[in-house]
């Protein structure tokens, strides 16, 4: 099956800075690669995913790359505010796999003030 | 936001007790999930229900019991756990087949506490 690895486990950062989070995923079918977003207490919650016809996808201060061939995707946050800290989440999902998601172990980003 | 609920929010119980955790979703989805969040892992998927039908079961011990009776109800039944069942359990709701947009959308969680 799909296994995902994700780096680093934890972040800190000065607010204003730019955070980079990497995820690599094993099985080259995976089409499908969401970012969640979990606070203290709350549930996860989607912030951005990108397909594999895509090789970037950008909102506001958060972008995504993938590279299929090397089988890697990362999450880009810039001008980190401190509400921006919080558990993020990987995840990559196989087509045939019926919807199963596949979660990196999360990074917890701290963004200092 | 409401899509999707998850009772009770917290949960303390002995190793013989017999509980239930309660997941509702009001998105209209058709497929529901339940993971398992401890600290320092990866989300751990349990149990996959397509239109009530399980379609997943992720070598869990038979002391966790889900029920699908429709499909915008979810439940797991526990009994006999053990310490290392403390966590952090997450339902969450899909559309089937999976198109363009659909992603998974979690609750927020049920807290349990195994003593």
């Known amino acids: 099956g799909e296994n995902v690895e994700q780096h680093p486990s934890t972040l800190s950062v000065q607010e204003g800075d730019s955070a980079v989070i990497k995820c690599t995923y094993s099985?080259?079918?995976?089409?499908?690669f969401p970012w969640y977003k979990q606070e203290l207490g709350k549930r996860p919650q989607l912030i951005i995913d990108?397909?594999?016809?895509?090789g970037e996808k950008k909102d506001q201060r958060i972008a995504v790359t993938l590279n299929k061939t090397a089988k890697h995707f990362s999450l880009h946050i810039t001008e980190t505010q401190p509400e921006d800290s919080a558990v993020y989440f990987c995840?990559?999902?196989?087509?045939?796999?019926?919807?199963?998601?596949?979660f990196g172990s999360g990074t917890k980003l701290n963004v200092k003030p | 936001e409401t899509g999707v609920t998850q009772t009770p929010r917290h949960l303390v119980m002995g190793m013989t007790n017999k509980k239930s955790l309660k997941c509702e979703q009001h998105?209209?989805?058709?497929?529901m999930y339940w993971y398992k969040q401890s600290a320092k892992k990866p989300l751990e998927l349990m149990f996959v229900?397509?239109?009530?039908?399980?379609?997943e079961n992720n070598s869990v011990p038979s002391r966790f019991s889900p029920e699908c009776p429709n499909s915008s109800h979810l439940f797991l039944h526990l009994h006999t756990l053990q310490p290392e069942d403390s966590a952090l359990y997450l339902c969450?709701?899909?559309?089937?087949?999976?198109?363009?947009?659909?992603?998974?959308?979690f609750g927020e969680g049920s807290w349990l506490t195994v003593v």
């Open positions: 998105l209209g989805h058709n497929a």
């Open positions: 990108i397909r594999s016809n895509v």
């Open positions: 969450a709701s899909s559309q089937e087949p999976r198109g363009n947009g659909n992603t998974i959308y």
């Open positions: 995840a990559a999902s196989p087509p045939y796999n019926f919807n199963k998601f596949y």
């Open positions: 229900y397509s239109l009530e039908e399980r379609v």
């Open positions: 099985d080259s079918a995976s089409n499908y």
